[in-house]
């Protein structure tokens, strides 16, 4: 089955820097790649996701990239802001399974 | 328009009894989760149905069943309880590729 690694595991940085956080997926058939964010306490929402015929997507201050040869992708936040502070999740889905990796805290501080 | 509501939210049960928790999700999706939360873990895939009448078992299906009462209904029933089983439940659905979560249930096994 698909096996989703994310990395780092806590990520701290200044508001106004960037922050980048890395996947690896297992399955060369998993074919979507969604990244959602989950505040304390609060249900997980998704923030952007790509597919695989796409290399790179943009949101306003968030982008992912996908590297279907190496199966990475990653999401760049720029210009973070202290309410980017939350777990952000990686998924990688084929067919119906949607996996998830494990999470990273990001912090930003004012 | 309740999206997936997940009942009960809190829920402190003894080792050894059992409990169902109930999904109903009002966007006539197709395809259903059950996730569990677990500090460090991520959200990892407990069962999931791709439509109504099927069932799939996903990364931790062990000490669960799941039904699929409709296309509307997804219930998750722990049989006999374990400590392990102490986590944070989210229930989803899916439309296209957007995954909808239900707001948690926190499960507590003594």
């Known amino acids: 089955g698909e096996n989703v690694e994310q990395h780092p595991s806590t990520l701290s940085v200044q508001e106004g820097d960037s922050a980048v956080i890395k996947c690896t997926y297992s399955?060369?058939?998993?074919?979507?790649f969604p990244w959602y964010k989950q505040e304390l306490g609060k249900r997980p929402q998704l923030i952007i996701d790509?597919?695989?015929?796409?290399g790179e997507k943009k949101d306003q201050r968030i982008a992912v990239t996908l590297n279907k040869t190496a199966k990475h992708f990653s999401l760049h936040i720029t210009e973070t802001q202290p309410e980017d502070s939350a777990v952000y999740f990686c998924?990688?889905?084929?067919?119906?399974?949607?996996?998830f990796g494990k999470g990273t805290t990001l912090s930003v501080s004012s | 328009n309740a999206g997936v509501t997940q009942t009960p939210k809190f829920q402190v049960l003894k080792t050894g009894q059992s409990m169902t928790l109930q999904c109903a999700q009002d966007?006539?999706?197709?395809?259903m989760y059950w996730y569990r939360q677990d500090p460090g873990m991520g959200l990892r895939l407990i069962y999931y149905?791709?439509?109504?009448?099927?069932?799939d078992k996903g990364e931790v299906p062990n000490g669960y069943n799941v039904s699929r009462l409709n296309k509307r209904e997804f219930s998750l029933r722990l049989e006999s309880a374990a400590p392990s089983q102490t986590s944070v439940y989210f229930c989803?659905?899916?439309?296209?590729?957007?995954?909808?979560f239900g707001e948690g249930s926190w499960l507590t096994v003594v």
């Open positions: 989803a659905s899916r439309a296209s590729n957007t995954i909808y």
């Open positions: 399955d060369s058939a998993s074919n979507y």
């Open positions: 790509i597919r695989s015929n796409v």
């Open positions: 998924a990688a889905r084929r067919r119906t399974a949607l996996i």
């Open positions: 966007m006539n999706h197709n395809s």
């Open positions: 149905s791709a439509s109504e009448g099927t069932t």
